[in-house]
């Protein structure tokens, strides 16, 4: 049976579409966002990530059309909607939120010809860094495929998201997000292999050992946060042509490394981006093997911390608001914080004893202005509502 909150959300989204429309929705699909535990950056690089999913859901109700056009309307974007012939859709167009929609249904169009109606609706905090455009794209996802009754598997749904991802709205990211907001189950991380695409479920009980992760929105996005993204992407690259690899993360350690410092800048600023990558990738495998030993959960929060200061410091996408919330989040007493995602802005995540969330939150608001924050409970991936 639905949780009580899906029952709710389902119903809202219903009415909402068939006041918007004049029909019921064939059905309802949610899909979450997501906060990644460790493993940064590494998902471009072959290597390993760690995510939990977000009780907070996008969701989109979704019925079929006749007269061949995609329409979608946003709860969180009134006046934004988007009304355009499927045969007009091209990368790019439509833009802003309905891109990510759009670029989902432009993979099937020739297979719901007379078009699609969605209503969109949601609470994953956007600009945040919790990746509400992937639960966006994985919720429409979903619906297609049981609309048009197409035998995707999970891999199929992650690989539709994430091409509406790069091919349609242009944001070249990695697999972390979509395989987080699809693969995800309640109360475990997902400790996931880019590379392979093997993926295992991590029990994850932090209420059970008296603890809490509290996600804190910094409050901040800069306006270079895609091009560094790209660019790092590139440095990344290019550090692996050098040392004559596919991925990076094929090298095993730091010291494998070595060959980046060839006495330039470029070089030095290689392998700083390099060693963020193979120590981030170890890092999942430390928190992961003291996850499965059963021991204290506390024991991964300076692995936390580590990986913060290793994207602060060598792959240098924090910025000083998300510095100053995990300065301030370990100064009150948390185990372990991190920035999460991209960087550029967004989202730091804590891990803090349950009796001491809201000194945190306090002092996070006080003394870094980061009023927004949340304890998280990792949660359901992407599923039918109604
Ligand atoms: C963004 C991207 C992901 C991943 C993270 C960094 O969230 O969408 O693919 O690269 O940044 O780990």
């Not at 007009?88 to 078009?115: E, K, M, N, S």
């Not at 991802?165 to 991380?189: K, M, Y």
Request: with cysteine.
């Amino acid at each position: 049976m639905s949780p009580p909150a899906d029952v709710e959300a389902a119903a809202r989204a219903a009415e909402a579409f068939t006041a918007r429309f004049g029909a019921a929705p064939e059905g309802v699909w949610a899909a979450p966002g997501r906060v990644n535990v460790i493993g940064e950056h590494t998902d471009y690089n072959g290597g390993h990530v760690l995510p939990v999913a977000l009780p907070h859901t996008v969701r989109a109700a979704a019925a079929r059309r006749d007269d061949g056009r995609l329409v979608l309307t946003s709860a969180q974007h009134p006046g934004a909607d988007a009304d355009v012939a499927l045969t007009d859709l091209v990368p790019g167009t439509p833009g802003g939120w309905a891109g990510y929609p759009a670029g989902v249904v432009d993979q099937v169009r020739a297979q719901v010809p007379g078009g699609l109606g969605l209503l969109v609706d949601g609470d994953v905090p956007a600009g945040s860094g919790l990746s509400s455009s992937a639960a966006l794209e994985c919720a429409v996802a979903l619906a297609v495929r049981d609309l048009l009754g197409l035998d995707w598997g999970p891999d199929d749904l992650v690989d539709v998201a994430r091409r509406a991802e790069n091919d349609f709205v242009g944001a070249p990211t990695g697999i972390l997000d979509q395989s987080a907001s699809v693969l995800c189950t309640a109360g475990h991380a997902l400790h996931l292999d880019t590379r392979d695409r093997t993926w295992e479920q991590v029990p994850l009980d932090l209420e059970g050992a008296g603890l809490a992760l509290l996600v804190v929105d910094s409050g901040t996005t800069h306006d270079h946060a895609e091009s560094g993204y790209g660019e790092r992407r590139r440095q990344c690259e290019e550090a692996a042509r050098r040392l004559g690899v596919g991925l990076l993360c094929d090298v095993p350690d730091a010291a494998g490394l070595a060959a980046l410092d060839d006495g330039t800048d470029e070089g030095a600023v290689l392998l700083r981006r390099a060693r963020h990558v193979v120590t981030e990738d170890a890092r999942v495998a430390e928190v992961v093997a003291l996850l499965r030993a059963g021991t204290d959960p506390r024991a991964i929060g300076p692995v936390l911390t580590a990986g913060h200061a290793s994207l602060r410091d060598d792959f240098e996408v924090s910025v000083p608001e998300l510095d100053a919330v995990v300065e301030v989040a370990l100064a009150a007493g948390a185990h372990g914080a991190r920035m999460v995602g991209g960087g550029f802005g967004g989202s730091a995540v804590a891990l803090v004893d349950a009796d001491a969330v809201d000194r945190v939150t306090a002092a996070v608001a006080e003394r870094a202005g980061a009023p927004r924050s949340h304890v998280v409970v990792p949660s359901a991936g992407a599923r039918r509502l109604s």
